[in-house]
């Protein structure tokens, strides 16, 4: 964690400054040359990715976005509880929460109707669950994948009644792996009859 905000403040200080010479623990430059600068103003966003206490410090701290995925969401208290407290360590750094984006990482399963969605639940299910260490951990069925991992899954309005959710909590941008990939047929239905629920 020490080395992940110094590896931001560093990066930061080469997108910004004429000269960047930083000095941490685990990093040191000096005078490093780093020409063109970015297009971006101040620098590109900064994207942090977790739901850990010390990870939302870190991106109330420097994060242009908060990205959560599936297993930070997973472990620990519930979501709801790390939007509050994401939120309180903003406003510590002083920081608007408006201004933060917030991304949501999930898998994702839509098909026509309800029938489409069990046969292909019964091809997909089991599936392999946890952190890497505990793998032999499964999810058996589509109710337990919404439940632990917040899986998307169901018919076009299902799935849009689960992405609701997801915004009432704040986060307004999807990052999603459609689980019947390489087909296109989820991603093809998802375009054409979810997104527009939400234009």
């Known amino acids: 964690m020490e080395m ?3 590896g931001i403040e560093l990066m930061k200080t080469m997108f910004t400054e004429p000269e960047p010479t930083y000095e941490g623990e685990h990093y040191r430059i000096e005078d490093a040359y780093n020409e063109p600068k970015p297009v971006q103003d101040p620098h590109p966003p900064i994207v942090v ?6 990870l939302l410090r870190i991106a109330a ?3 242009d ?4 995925e599936i297993s930070s969401r997973a472990r620990g208290p519930p979501i709801e ?24 990482l999930a898998h994702v399963l839509v098909r026509e109707d309800q029938e489409t969605v069990d046969e292909y639940c019964d091809e997909i299910f089991p599936l392999p669950w946890g952190e890497e260490s505990d793998m032999d951990e499964q999810l058996s069925n589509a109710e337990e994948a919404r439940e632990k991992g ?3 899954i169901g018919t076009p309005a299902d799935v849009a009644e689960q ?5 009432e909590l704040g986060f307004d941008k999807l990052q999603l792996m459609f689980l019947d990939f390489p087909e296109t047929r989820g991603m093809e239905l ?3 009859e979810v997104i527009p629920q939400f234009d």
């Open 150 to 152: 917040d899986f998307l």
């Open 49 to 54: 990715g977790g739901a850990g206490p010390t």
């Open 4 to 6: 992940l905000e110094e």
């Open 190 to 192: 998802f375009g054409d």
């Open 81 to 104: 509880f790390k939007v509050e407290k994401f939120d309180e360590y903003l406003e510590e750094e002083g920081r608007d929460p408006d201004e933060v984006d917030r991304s949501w």
């Open 65 to 68: 976005e908060w990205n959560v």
């Open 61 to 63: 701290r420097h994060a």
């Open 163 to 167: 992405i609701e959710a997801i915004r």
